[in-house]
């Protein structure tokens, strides 16, 4: 069984950090193209960043130069370090693993306010 669990979420002000992680099993996780993706009310999913297995990064031009994802192929980890958080950032913000399917984590709210 596919289990993907998102953690690091929560409230922060403006121009703060969060690191969001996410921890992988059922899958081989080293051949595995992981991501990360939000959605703010009343939005469609986006694309926030995404790793391939070989290390490739890909982000969002909304989040360039503040945010950075990275994995553990050992721990069947993946992070996403945001810094200089924006009340625009809010979202939830989902893990997800595409290979041959795509999976999706339940997601973790991120929310950046005063």
């Known amino acids: 069984q596919v289990q993907l669990v998102e953690s690091g979420g929560g409230l922060v002000q403006p121009g703060g950090s969060l690191r969001l992680s996410c921890a992988a099993s059922?899958?081989?996780?080293?051949?595995?193209?992981m991501g990360w993706y939000r959605q703010a009310p009343g939005e469609q999913r986006e694309l926030v960043a995404s790793?391939?297995?070989?290390?490739?990064?890909t982000y969002a031009d909304s989040v360039k130069g503040r945010f950075t994802i990275s994995r553990d192929n050992a721990k069947n980890t993946v992070n996403l370090q945001m810094n200089s958080l924006k009340p625009e950032d809010t979202a939830v913000y989902y893990c997800?693993?595409?290979?041959?399917?795509?999976?999706w984590g339940k997601g973790t709210l991120v929310t950046v306010s005063s």
């Open positions: 790793i391939t297995s070989g290390g490739r990064t």
């Open positions: 059922g899958i081989i996780f080293g051949i595995h193209t």
């Open positions: 997800s693993a595409q290979w041959r399917a795509n999976y």
